[in-house]
């Protein structure tokens, strides 16, 4: 699922958009899972750094771009010392973040006077999708946002950023359209059914039509699906 997630030319265009704002130099993506982000930055001239919670994906990683930096280590306690890097780059982290504002004070930690931060994330609450179940698929997608550590990362990254003292924050919304449920399930309906069902938002007999129609409109080509993306970026002020 990963592998067809980093195919897909709205991920292409995704991470364009957040490439084009880390400037240049040495650097980390924090939550570098299995290392994709870090071989495109190296092919595009940067000299970044892969940094995981996780040992496995770190292994991962190293053998499936052998060459490059990867290393286990904590968001909230990255592996470089103060001022190091000239960039910070998370996608898709901050929205698992309990603390995401000292997550975002650890990256201006380990950045340099005018070095350059990105936040790519999601806001789940502002995720659409085309239904005939609205206030189902409203229960679902509601359920997922509040079972997340921060399901409004997305559009809370702005304040996040400028809480821990960056500066020039900026806001650029991406909403792709997804027209695959297998690609969309694990965000709608995926858990949220579940969570919905636990939380007494909908019946089990609920959850059934949900996935009946999913189904019936990924068969007939009307399945249609639009996260609220955002790439959020700023600067360490001098």
Known sequence: ??????????????????????????????????????????ERGFAPVGVDLSEAMVAEAAREHPGHDF???????????????????????YIHLDDPDRA????????????????????????????DLPLLARAVLGATCDDLANGRA???????????????VEVLPYSPAHT???????LYPGP???????????TAAEAEQVV?????RGAAGTFLAVPALFVVSGTRPA
Do not use: C, K, N
Not at 112 to 127: I, Q
Not at 180 to 186: A, E
Not at 212 to 216: I, K, L, N
């Open 1 to 42: 699922m990963l592998r067809r997630l980093d195919a897909l030319p709205q991920t292409r265009v995704l991470r364009d958009l957040a490439y084009a704002r880390l400037g240049a130099g040495r650097g980390v993506d924090v939550g570098a899972g299995r290392g994709t982000v870090v071989a495109e930055l190296a």
């Open 104 to 131: 975002a004070a650890e990256a201006l930690r380990v950045l340099r006077p005018g070095g350059r931060v990105v936040v790519v994330d999601m806001d789940m609450d502002a995720m659409s999708v085309a239904t």
């Open 71 to 93: 290393r286990v280590g904590d968001a909230y306690a990255l592996p470089m010392a103060d001022g190091e890097l000239d960039w910070y780059h998370a996608e898709r982290v």
């Open 154 to 168: 997305g559009v809370r990254a702005a304040d996040t950023l400028r809480g821990a003292g960056f500066t020039d």
């Open 192 to 202: 949220g059914l579940a969570i919905a069902q636990r939380t007494g938002a909908i």
């Open 180 to 186: 695959d449920p297998d690609m969309v399930w694990p």
């Open 212 to 216: 009946a129609e999913v189904r019936r």
